[in-house]
């Protein structure tokens, strides 16, 4: 019996602002309304912790009132066909809330701390002490059992992107590259698929504009729910 085929699905902003979770970069954005290196940088944290602390907490609000799309439901169901890795940018949990089994969080997890002084690079960036807080709040005080602030897991704007190698494995493993609400503007994510092999078509699925040229693209150009319906119905 033949394996399955290997999709591997990076994924961005895109894919849950039709859930109603804001981008960050389009005009309207969460960086429109609040600077990045204030409110999610390694120097705002040391700086003001209880500031960054309360940021995320109105993100897990957000996210505890959203569903997942139908885009995050057409991901999940690909694993019914395909192995599938799914690698995203986004912090929310809704490809595992859509069914999605494997979920690689380059930036981390909105609904995830830890102690503010583990998961660096003095312990190899071990998740050991890694905690699901799902939507609860967390405040300056909230310690963990060895003493330290719990902090957000989440990679800060100034930090190393620990899963970056693996990202890079599942795609130059995969037959098939499949992007999804994200306009390859962020870096490291962005450059993720020219990793992959040079056999591997690779569709990227954005309503904007591209700003990267590269005849490998083979570019949908709708948001992600009339994107996702299209590339399974037509390309698959």
């Known amino acids: 019996m033949a394996s399955k085929k290997r999709i591997a699905v990076l994924t961005g902003a895109g894919v849950s602002a039709e859930s ?4 960050y970069r389009d005009n309207g954005g969460l960086w429109d309304n609040y600077d990045p290196m204030e409110v999610a ?15 995320y907490n109105m993100q897990r609000t957000k996210l505890r009132d959203v569903k997942p799309n139908e885009a995050h439901r057409l991901i999940a169901a690909l694993e019914e066909r395909f192995t599938v890795d799914v690698i995203t ?9 859509a069914g999605s089994t494997h979920v690689v969080h380059l930036h981390g997890e909105v609904t995830k701390i830890r102690p503010e002084n583990t998961c660096n690079e003095f ?3 071990s998740e050991k002490y890694v905690v699901d807080c799902g939507y609860s709040p967390v405040v300056l005080g909230d310690l963990a059992p060895n003493g330290a602030q719990y902090r957000p897991h989440i990679v800060f704007f100034g930090e190393a992107v620990p899963k970056m190698e693996r990202a890079i494995d599942l795609v130059a493993a995969a037959d098939i590259v499949l992007i999804v609400g994200t306009s390859l503007q962020v870096y490291p994510a962005a450059g993720l698929y020219r ?10 699925i954005d309503p904007g504009e591209l700003t990267v040229r590269d005849p490998r693209l083979r570019h949908i150009r709708k948001v992600a729910t009339e994107g996702m319906r299209e590339f399974v119905n037509e390309y698959l």
């Open 195 to 204: 990793y992959s092999n040079p056999s591997a078509p690779v569709w990227i």
């Open 89 to 97: 940018q986004n912090v929310d949990n809704l490809h595992e809330r």
């Open 123 to 125: 312990d190899g960036f």
């Open 41 to 55: 940088s390694a120097e705002a944290w040391a700086r003001n912790p209880g500031l960054v602390l309360n940021f």
């Open 20 to 23: 109603g979770l804001s981008t």
